[in-house]
């Protein structure tokens, strides 16, 4: 069966600070595909990433960025130089592989609050 | 590209009436969706599986006569919650998965693209 972990419930920081969410993962498949997604207060989900299990390369995007460790199951994600608007709960994802249903199994989310 | 719709964004109705919640995908033919199920505070929890002409795959737990799933095209996807009860109260959100690799000129395979979500409030 797959499990996300998310053990950071909530965290504030202020404005400018850098900020890593944490996210551990367990799967018994070799090929799988992890993802992160934002949820603001509106309640809409905004894709932020998809990673496969075969693609190592940490990836960065403007003031975000991804490691990912195979080897600790581990899918971390930073927010560079944080802003009001990075404010939201962030949800870790793992998705079965192409062969499979391609459901989403999510973590329980951390909320990230970024006082000015 | 890969922009999800879902129809209303809001309800509330009473006790004992159903509610139609359609999700559609605008630029791309969705051979899956998926619905989950949003409790306040809490993840998403997958519901069902749609597949276009098929019948829905409902998750261990899930009532399939009480949620009603009707994947009618590539494009529209209803879940129907019928004889609504209070318990029923929460955010319904769906999702698709693009049957080709490209919508809108981007690579959207294997992504799952989430509609903005339904809150349903039964009194």
């Known amino acids: 069966a797959q499990k996300v972990t998310q053990a950071q419930t909530e965290i504030s920081v202020v404005e400018k600070e850098d900020v890593t969410l944490d996210c551990v993962y367990e799967t018994r498949d070799t090929t799988y595909y992890l993802f992160w997604y934002k949820q603001p207060p509106s309640g809409e989900l905004v894709f932020l990433i998809r990673r496969n299990s075969f693609d190592e390369q940490n990836e960065i995007s403007g003031r975000y960025s991804w490691n990912f460790q195979k080897s600790t199951s581990s899918f971390n994600f930073t927010i560079t130089a944080s802003q009001v608007v990075d404010s939201a709960v962030y949800f870790c994802a793992l998705s079965e592989p192409d062969t499979g249903r391609r459901a989403l199994t999510f973590g329980s989310g951390t909320r990230l609050q970024v006082q000015p | 590209g890969a922009v999800v719709s879902q129809h209303p964004s809001r309800v509330i109705c009473k006790s004992g009436t159903s509610v139609k919640i359609e999700c559609r995908s605008l630029?791309?033919?969705?051979?899956?969706m998926f619905w989950y199920r949003q409790f306040p505070k809490q993840s998403l929890m997958l519901m069902a599986t749609s597949n276009e002409g098929s019948k829905a795959t409902y998750e261990q737990g899930v009532e399939k006569d009480k949620f009603l799933i009707n994947h009618a095209s590539l494009t529209l996807s209803t879940l129907t919650v019928t004889s609504a009860h209070p318990e029923d109260s929460s955010f319904y959100i769906c999702s698709a998965i693009s049957k080709s690799a490209l919508a809108g000129g981007r690579a959207v395979t294997r992504t799952q693209y989430f509609g903005p979500g339904t809150r349903l409030t039964v009194l």
């Open positions: 630029d791309f033919q969705a051979t899956t």
